[in-house]
T-cell receptor
Framework: KNEVEQSPQNLTAQEGEFITINCSYSVGISALHWLQQHPGGGIVSLFM???GKKKHGRLIATINIQEKHSSLHITASHPRDSAVYIC??????????FGTGTSLTVIP | KAGVTQTPRYLIKTRGQQVTLSCSPISGHRSVSWYQQTPGQGLQFLFEYFSETQRNKGNFPGRFSGRQFSNSRSEMNVSTLELGDSALYLC?????????????FGPGTRLLVL
């Protein structure tokens, strides 16, 4: 049983395309995180959300608490956006669950 | 400010041995979390420490333990190593600004158990 599901698992896009990565979860949560992991293994925290929408540069994250769903959007994608994007949630029992990640490749 | 540092970066052990990994958080960060990443299971939460107290714990056996010191540095110990403990172990320190948390991840310690 996976508490956090991401789709798609793999995504290839042309440079400049608009990208959407989806995350659905089955538990009650206090917060949701989006993380970015580069091929070397380094992880960067992108967003923490508990409601609504956040924007940072070309990245936009939204969350719908009622539908237990979050999306990460990348506008005007660039090859440097190529990475694995991971959704993670803190449930209300203080357990932290991770999705399996979406591997994004942006082709020049 | 220096980032999160983890030592050692690579480690090879044999089954049955024990190992201690170290994590130094960003200066001023009081929360340190540990994670295990494997190709099969992905990322999994081990535990979180705040001000020397374990605040949250994931679903790992008691062979996995940790502690945090008064300077916020944290150590993780795995006793009686098994082959399945081979993984990348990541720690992250957290900055809380109001109700917003930002985690800063270290580069990880890659452990191979033979």
């Amino acid at each position: 049983k996976n508490e956090v599901e991401q789709s798609p698992q793999n995504l290839t896009a042309q440079e400049g395309e608009f990208i959407t990565i989806n995350c659905s979860y089955s538990v009650g949560i206090s917060a949701l995180h989006w993380l970015q992991q580069h091929p070397g293994g380094g992880i960067v925290s992108l967003f923490m959300l508990s409601s609504g929408k956040k924007k940072h540069g070309r990245l936009i994250a939204t969350i719908n608490i009622q539908e237990k769903h979050s999306s990460l959007h990348i506008t005007a994608s660039h090859p440097r956006d190529s990475a694995v994007y991971i959704c993670a949630v803190w449930d209300t029992g203080n357990q932290f669950y991770f999705g399996t990640g979406t591997s994004l490749t942006v082709i020049p | 400010k220096a980032g999160v540092t983890q030592t050692p970066r690579y480690l090879i052990k044999t089954r049955g041995q024990q190992v201690t990994l170290s994590c130094s958080p960003i200066s001023g960060h009081r929360s340190v979390s540990w994670y295990q990443q494997t190709p099969g299971q992905g990322l999994q939460f081990l535990f979180e420490y705040f001000s020397e107290t374990q605040r949250n714990k994931g679903n790992f056996p008691g062979r996995f333990s940790g502690r945090q010191f008064s300077n916020s540095r944290s150590e993780m110990n795995v006793s009686t190593l098994e082959l399945g403990d081979s993984a990348l172990y990541l720690c992250a320190s957290s900055l809380w600004q109001g109700s917003e948390e930002t985690q800063y991840f270290g580069p990880g310690t890659r452990l191979l158990v033979l």
